[in-house]
C-alpha cells in the first residue's frame, strides 16, 4: 500500500484484489508490463476508471469486476498488478 496526498486530505492506494465483493475504486496506475499490461489497458482499466468489486468465485479466484459496464473476470495474479485508490 503507498499514500497518495490528493485534494484535502491523504488516501491509501491499494491493489485491486485487495478490495472486498460490493467496493469501488479508481484506477490510478499499473505496475503490469508487456503483454499483461497491453490486456488490462485494452479491458479500460486505465488511469480515472472506476471498478467495482462484484464477487470472487467459489474456489476464490478469479474475481468479477465492473469495468466501464461490462463484467469481467480478472485472476488474482493479473489484478495485483492494478493500483487503485478505494472510493
Do not use: W
Amino acid at each position: 500500500r503507498k499514500m497518495l496526498s490528493r485534494g484535502i486530505g491523504v488516501q491509501m492506494v491499494t491493489y485491486l484484489n485487495c478490495l472486498a465483493p460490493g467496493s469501488s475504486a479508481e484506477v490510478v496506475g499499473l505496475q503490469a508490463t508487456g503483454f499483461t499490461r497491453r490486456r488490462l489497458l485494452d479491458i479500460g482499466l486505465v488511469p480515472g476508471t472506476r471498478v467495482e468489486v462484484i464477487r470472487h468465485s467459489p474456489s476464490g479466484d478469479p474475481t468479477a469486476y465492473k469495468i466501464r459496464g461490462a463484467i469481467i473476470a480478472l485472476r488474482r495474479e493479473d489484478s495485483m498488478q492494478v493500483l487503485v485508490l478505494k472510493l
